[in-house]
């Protein structure tokens, strides 16, 4: 299949063809995303079996067992959401080496990085013998995720040609929603093998860790990581080797001019706070924040907890949890489908009405029908089950995988691998506020912790409507040219220094 890459009148015409190796690259490197979203479903699966409870959180099962159990406080407990949330902390920690790793070694190398720490931690969760052991291996699979969210993405967005860039890149969202429903899966039947089948489920980790490890063996490092390292002749060949045509050399020249440029940024942290910086920065930094406070992880870590909030048995809430998985998965191939197509704005747009509803309409319920104890109706739960089905359609086509897109496109290459770094950590931190602090706020807020994201998502959607411009189809190194300088409120950071001597 062959496309030219064009962004407009401007720019330059690069002609590609979406190879049978590029596509093997994609699905190779988009395992790191498989084994997030598997880390972010296994969570929520383990932390309400009781094999698990009674071995490492005594107080937590001793408070599930009572007949009046508050239902919105069952399992608040902060070392219980420790276990959760260490992983984000220390991928937040991480994702700055990978940065430096990404830089000096390339994406490939960092992407082998995180699958060794990927099955260390494995092995250290699965076969934990006391709460020290437990949360050491989570801080190593946060060291797993951080160094493989940086490098997957970046690699993603250069090697896929421009005008399936969006696509491409929302294959790593896939393998996330992919390895949440595996996890509620592997939930779903090890929640019945006792007294180890926590193990079971922590250590199906190793497996697409391993893919990950030798997969990474064959595929090839990206032109412009080459090219960024003086490895031109390299670079020039990787590029004629994933375009799948032979007259490459515009592309080539593009991508030596901007690794000239990058080269003479010494420290790109500090270049990301210049004003010609700002726009992906900020854009970037609070997509993050906004990822999170759609409410998605929390729904994720803890979709078997909830559906035992609202009254579904231990192994009904995992199936529903499995079912919301599913849906997660084929609204991601929306996702794909559309990004190309629609644009990126229509996508934030239309979700933020669409989760907004959802969110109001399950928070009303659980205000009305769900006291301090007992459980909801039948009819009255099965709504908040669908309405939470429907909330993850919205978020899995549009938050959820432009959320790295847009970050990962829209930095030059002098700041790219820097604030792509910024913005994973800045992922994993909102990720570790909430992963910590959902079920205090739960037992705290009650049913208010809906109407709380819903106003966070009304925030958003204001945001992407006023201030994320269009990069469908741009070139990832001319976005300043074509998506910066001629945006209303972004023109202002885009001035040359010809133009800051003038104003001077």
Not at 15 to 25: G, H, M, P, Q, S
Not at 372 to 385: N, S
Not at 476 to 497: A, C, G, N, Q, T
Request: with cysteine.
């Amino acid at each position: 299949m062959a496309v030219v890459v064009s962004s407009n009148g401007n720019a330059p015409a690069f002609e590609a063809k979406l190879t049978v190796y590029v596509f093997i690259c994609v699905v190779i490197a988009a395992f790191g995303g498989l084994i997030f979203g598997y880390d972010i479903g296994i969570s929520g699966g383990v932390t309400a079996m009781d094999d698990f409870l009674k071995e490492f959180f005594p107080a937590v099962w001793e408070r599930k067992k009572h007949a009046h159990e508050n239902n919105y406080c069952k399992y608040d407990n902060q070392f219980l959401q420790l276990f959760t949330s260490s992983l984000y902390l220390a991928a937040l920690v991480a994702s700055f080496f990978a940065s430096a790793v990404c830089s000096k070694l390339g994406r490939k190398p960092t992407m082998q990085f995180a699958s060794i720490f990927f099955l260390i931690g494995v092995g250290l969760t699965a076969g934990a013998v006391n709460l020290i052991m437990l949360i050491f291996g989570r801080i190593l699979l946060g060291f797993g995720v951080g160094f493989g969210n940086q490098a997957v993405p970046l690699f993603l967005s250069e090697i896929a040609p421009a005008q399936l860039r969006g696509g491409l890149n929302i294959v790593f969202q896939l393998m996330v929603t992919i390895g949440i429903l595996i996890a509620n899966l592997v939930n779903y039947f090890t929640a019945k093998v006792h007294p180890y089948g926590w193990r079971i489920a922590l250590g199906g980790a190793a497996i697409p860790a391993v893919f990950l490890l030798f997969g990474s063996l064959i595929i090839c490092e990206t032109p412009t990581s080459l090219i960024e390292r003086n490895k031109n002749e390299e670079g020039k060949e990787a590029l004629r080797k994933i375009r799948g045509v032979e007259d490459i050399n515009e592309e080539y020249e593009s991508i030596v001019h901007a690794c000239d440029i990058a080269s003479q940024v010494k420290d790109p942290f500090r270049k990301l706070l210049k004003p010609a910086s700002r726009p992906p920065f900020i854009i970037g930094m609070l997509l993050q924040l906004f990822q999170q406070f759609t409410g998605i992880n929390a729904i994720m870590f803890y979709a078997p907890v909830l559906f035992q909030t609202v009254g579904f048995g231990s192994e009904a809430a995992l199936l529903s949890a499995v079912i919301t998985g599913t849906i997660n998965v084929l609204s991601t191939f929306v996702g794909i489908y559309l990004v190309d197509k629609t644009g990126r704005r229509f996508l934030l747009l239309q979700s933020s009405v669409h989760m907004l509803i959802c969110q109001l309409i399950i928070g009303i319920i659980l205000e009305k029908d769900l006291g301090t104890t007992g459980t909801l109706g039948k009819p009255q739960a099965l709504v908040v089950v669908i309405f939470v089905c429907v909330y993850v359609m919205g978020f899995a086509w549009s938050w959820g995988p432009l959320g790295w897109l847009i970050p990962s496109e829209t930095f030059p290459l002098e700041t790219r691998s820097a604030g792509f770094a910024v913005a994973v950590s800045c992922n994993m931190f909102f990720t570790f506020v909430i992963a910590q602090a959902f079920l205090s706020m739960l037992c705290g807020m009650r049913s208010g912790i809906f109407f709380f994201f819903s106003a966070w998502i009304v925030v958003m959607g204001l945001f992407a409507m006023f201030f994320i411009p269009e990069t469908k189809g741009v070139a990832i190194d001319d976005m300043r040219e074509s998506v910066w300088k001629p945006h209303w409120f972004w023109k202002r950071y885009m001035l040359d220094e010809d133009d800051v001597e003038k104003r001077n």
